[in-house]
Structures are given as C-alpha cells and as structure tokens.
C-alpha cells in the first residue's frame, strides 16, 4: 500500500533496503532496536534482506513446513515475478522428499539432494533454471529467518542464473533482477490488470499491456503510471457486467 499512497517506483518492490515492522517482526528479523507494537519505517542494517523476497511470508509460502524448497522459490520467481512459468513435471518423477536423504551415515542438505534429483535429464531441463534461484533464497529458513548452516553443514547456495550470471545470495540475485526490469514491470502490470477487470489476461490484451508498460518506463516504473494506464485502458473501461435480476436471470 506504502508504494500506491506515495507514488513509488514499481521496482522497489524488488529492491527496496527497508521494510514496515513492529517489535515481534523485527526480533524474527534479527533487528535490534525496535520496540512496540506498531508498524513503522525501518531501514535494513544490512544487505541480507531486501524487496518483498526477503519478506517472511512469501518465503514461508515458498516453503514445506519442515524444510526450505528451492523449487517452489524458483518456481514462484519464475511464474509470479518474471512470468515465465516452468511446465509441470513428466509422470513418474519422485517428490524431491522420497529421494535418498542420508549418505555416509549424515543427512543430506536439500542441495545434495536436489542434486541428486535432477540428476535425470527430464528434470535437469527445468530445474537448472528454477534451482539457482531458489537456492540463492536458501540462507532464508522456512519462516525467513537467516540462516548459514543446514542439518550442521555450511549452506552451498552458489549457482547460475539464465543468462549466466553468477548468484548465490539473496542481494546478488535481487541485483540481477532489477537490471532487467522488462519482465518484471511486464508480469507487475498483468496481474494488476486481471485485479482490476476480476479475469485472467488474455494474448489481445498483451497490446494494452505492452502500451501501459512503455508509458511506464517513460514515468520511471511509478505506481501511478500504471494504475491509471489499466484505468483508462479500453478493457477496463469497456467492461460488460452480468447484472442477475430478481428472477434470476442474467442480464448484460
């Protein structure tokens, strides 16, 4: 809401070095200083943490509920950020939780396992690009408190984006986001539009999208170039709505 009411650049949203919080959000952080109940303004004391993916709660919903899941991060990344959703996975793959977990009398690290996992060709095709990034969000345990170790090993969250850029933390994999804004204000401005109009976006509105996504750029990504692009776009305005009369039927 902070971003609307003060016509904020949309890319903050990925890239913003403070957050709002109160006492109990801050001590789950690891924040000093921060007493009360209320929410305020607080700026992070350090680079561990910044936009909405260092946010406990989409990192607890990209979560199992024992254990980190670099995939659902990946994944989530890929379809709710960049909008290029991995397809689903071929028959008969196991769940990364029936892979062998143990190996010289040790458990395993969701890494090794993952490792093992794709190891089959009709799994690498996919998770080589979802695995890296979930992986640079693994210093992030399931509610999103930092972490540097898992099952007493030291976290391996080294890998490689898409385009081959190198990641391994969350700042590092903010920073190769933002250099490419275009698919993020595109994926931002789609699922604002299927807000506003209550529906998913379909291929003849790509047009309206990619027209309120240029205006944008030209307006440094503010909120308000993009609100008011859906709301004076002829899909939003040229809505029809079924009115249900008092006999129950359906009129447009």
């Known amino acids: 809401m902070v971003w609307f009411v003060k016509d904020r650049s949309a890319l903050e949203l990925y890239s913003a070095d403070y957050t709002y919080l109160n006492e109990a959000l801050a001590k789950h952080y690891g924040i000093p200083g921060i007493t009360g109940t209320h929410f305020r303004k607080v700026q992070y004391p350090d680079a561990t943490r910044r936009g909405i993916l260092g946010h406990g ?12 899941s670099p995939v659902l991060r990946g994944k989530w990344v890929l379809e709710v950020l960049l909008g290029a959703p991995p397809p ?3 028959p008969g793959i196991p769940d990364l939780d029936e892979t062998e977990a143990f190996e010289a009398g040790r458990l395993l690290t969701t890494r090794e396992r993952m490792e093992l ?5 009709s799994c690498n095709s996919c998770h080589r690009f979802m695995d890296p990034i979930g992986l640079a969000l693994d210093n992030y345990d399931v509610t999103g408190r930092w972490r540097i170790r898992e099952n007493g090993m030291p976290l391996d969250t080294k890998g490689e984006f898409y385009d081959g850029t190198m990641i391994e933390t969350p700042s590092a994999l903010q920073e190769v986001l933002v250099k490419r804004p275009i698919p993020l204000v595109r994926t931002f ?12 976006v379909e291929y003849y509105d790509q047009p309206t999208i990619r027209s309120i996504t240029a205006q944008a750029e030209e307006d440094d990504y503010r909120m308000s170039s993009f609100i008011l692009g859906v709301v004076l776009s002829d899909a939003f305005r040229m809505q029809q709505v079924n009115v249900v009369a008092d006999d129950g039927s359906g009129i447009n």
């Open 88 to 90: 689903p996975p071929p």
């Open 57 to 68: 709660s989409i990192l607890t919903l990209t979560s199992h509920a024992n254990r980190t």
């Open 117 to 121: 996992h794709r190891s089959s060709p």
């Open 189 to 200: 401005t789609e699922n604002l539009m299927a807000y506003a109009l209550g529906r998913r």
